[in-house]
């Protein structure tokens, strides 16, 4: 199992930023996906997660803002994050436990700017 995340960057303070965790290696019909944070020092944390049949969960900080999506012919979960805050800085990871075994992907720096 490879999940490659992309589409992190540098963002002002309610601007906007879509992030793309590109999944190999699993079937995407039956996995769930997610995405968690960790800013500096601080622990990682679920943002969002959807599961195989499309159901959403998202953390109160982001509730409203952020958007969890999946493409399972293309195999691609997607985090569209809007009204970005400087609070949502942090590396982004995309995860899936498959099988019983969770998989990370390298993270995605995303940064806003106050």
């Known amino acids: ?9 540098l963002v002002q303070a309610g601007g906007s930023l879509r992030l793309s965790c590109a999944a190999s290696g699993v079937n995407s019909k039956i996995a769930d996906f997610g995405w968690y944070r960790q800013a500096p020092g601080q622990q ?9 049949d499309g159901n959403k969960n998202y953390a109160d900080s982001v509730q409203g803002r952020f958007a969890i999506s ?14 970005l805050e400087p609070e949502d800085t942090a590396v982004y990871y ?10 990370w992907g390298k993270g995605t720096l ?5």
């Not at 990682?44 to 195989?52: G, H, K, M, T, Y």
């Not at 999946?70 to 009204?83: C, H, I, K, P």
């Not at 995303?110 to 106050?114: E, F, I, N």
């Open 110 to 114: 995303v940064t806003v700017s106050s």
């Open 94 to 103: 995309c995860h899936t436990r498959y099988y019983g075994r969770d998989h």
């Open 70 to 83: 999946r493409d399972n012919v293309w195999r691609r979960v997607y985090l569209q994050m809007n009204t």
């Open 1 to 9: 199992v490879q999940l490659q995340a992309s589409g992190g960057g």
């Open 44 to 52: 990682r944390e679920l943002v969002a997660d959807i599961s195989s």
